[in-house]
């Protein structure tokens, strides 16, 4: 059984806002993802990363950063929120590169 | 680049009737294949995947899915569909050791399927 958390699972917030997505993960996996899923679309890699201070842009360009301290912990930022950045954002985790992705709960962000 | 299509946006079926959802992708070698499925709200859960071997692969709850590379499909099949499998069901590719694309996913856009009583 996976075991990622994602918090807040929702949260609204005005224009120019910064925020942070938390996303946790607990089965010791170096490979950690973030997508981002518009309503009725498919997800989009934004960032990745392959282990400890490894972190990488995914293929659709986003605002965001993302930062790898710790093995289990992945947090996503936004410097200042902006109503395009209103999406759901899904964390995920792999034990290789190769291997199937397990996902967290995701977070859907709502930007005003 | 590696790429994902799920002609179908939106399927109905009725309870008990059998089910196949498509599955197209364009690669240059034979990829690893998923199939995810959402329940609103929620993230994705693993249903199946393939990476080699037999070309039909058995999932969670009844799910199968079959690996065509004549026909670079993976379709998603259940013989009866159950009220609870109402969701919405994503097909991924994973690019293979040496690709750019190695460890990444690409999905589909993703088919919504209602089940009527």
């Known amino acids: 059984e996976a075991d990622i958390y994602q918090t807040p699972r929702y949260l609204v917030i005005g224009t120019g806002k910064k925020i942070t997505l938390e996303c946790s993960q607990t089965?010791?996996?170096?490979?950690m993802y973030w997508y981002q899923q518009d309503p009725g679309m498919e997800l989009h890699l934004i960032h990745y990363?392959?282990?400890?201070?490894?972190?990488e842009k995914g293929d659709l360009s986003s605002e965001s950063t993302v930062s790898r301290i710790r093995t289990e912990h992945f947090p996503l930022t936004l410097e200042s929120a902006r109503p395009s950045h209103t999406s759901q954002y899904l964390c995920?985790?792999?034990?290789?590169?190769?291997?199937?992705?397990?996902f967290g709960p995701g977070t859907r962000l709502t930007v005003t | 680049a590696q790429s994902v299509t799920q002609p179908d946006i939106h399927i109905t079926v009725s309870e008990g009737a059998s089910l196949e959802l498509r599955c197209n992708y364009s690669?240059?070698?034979?990829?690893?294949l998923f199939w995810y499925v959402q329940s609103p709200g929620q993230g994705l859960q693993l249903l199946l995947k393939?990476?080699?071997?037999?070309?039909l692969v058995q999932g969670i709850k009844g799910f199968e899915a079959e690996f065509k590379r004549s026909q670079s499909s993976f379709n998603l099949r259940k013989p009866s569909v159950h009220w609870s499998d109402a969701a919405e069901y994503f097909c991924?590719?994973?690019?293979?050791?040496?690709?750019?694309?190695?460890?990444?996913?690409?999905f589909g856009q993703g088919t919504i399927l209602t089940v009527h009583p």
């Open positions: 995920a985790s792999s034990p290789a590169a190769h291997s199937e992705q397990y």
């Open positions: 089965m010791g996996h170096d490979k």
């Open positions: 990363s392959y282990g400890v201070n490894s972190t």
């Open positions: 690669y240059g070698a034979t990829p690893y």
């Open positions: 393939y990476f080699s071997g037999d070309t």
């Open positions: 991924a590719v994973g690019g293979v050791a040496g690709g750019t694309s190695y460890g990444k996913l690409t």
